[in-house]
Structure formats: C-alpha cells, structure tokens
C-alpha cells in the first residue's frame, strides 16, 4: 500500500505486515529542517501503516 504527503513530496509504499518497502522524496523537500522531514516522513509511513491492521509488533513507533 502506497501513501504521499498532502503535497505529494514524500512517498513511501508498506507491505501488507506494515514494512516500509520504499520511501521516494521529491527535491522540494530540502527546504525543511531535518527535524521537519523526519516528523514528515514517520507520519507519513504511519499513514500508510494505519491502512492495514498490521498490529502494534510491525507498526512504526
């Protein structure tokens, strides 16, 4: 399962036990701090996380 940002700079793609298989970034996002993007890139595999009931053992923290 696939899941992007709200502006489409950060992608990643989850396997069905909620393993981040891929992350893509988009050149946009060296505008951030590294603090940022990294808030930015775990939220955004959460997302796609959530889309599974994968449970708390494969789930990102």
């Known amino acids: 399962m696939s899941h992007s940002s709200h502006n489409g700079a950060i992608a990643v793609v989850v396997t069905l036990d909620g393993q981040v298989r891929d992350l893509q970034l ?7 701090t590294a603090a940022q993007l990294a808030r930015d890139i775990l939220e ?18």
Do not use: K, N
């Open 26 to 32: 988009a050149d946009t996002v060296t505008t951030r």
């Open 44 to 61: 955004c595999i959460r997302s796609a996380q959530a889309l599974f009931d994968t449970g708390p053992a494969t789930r990102l923290r």
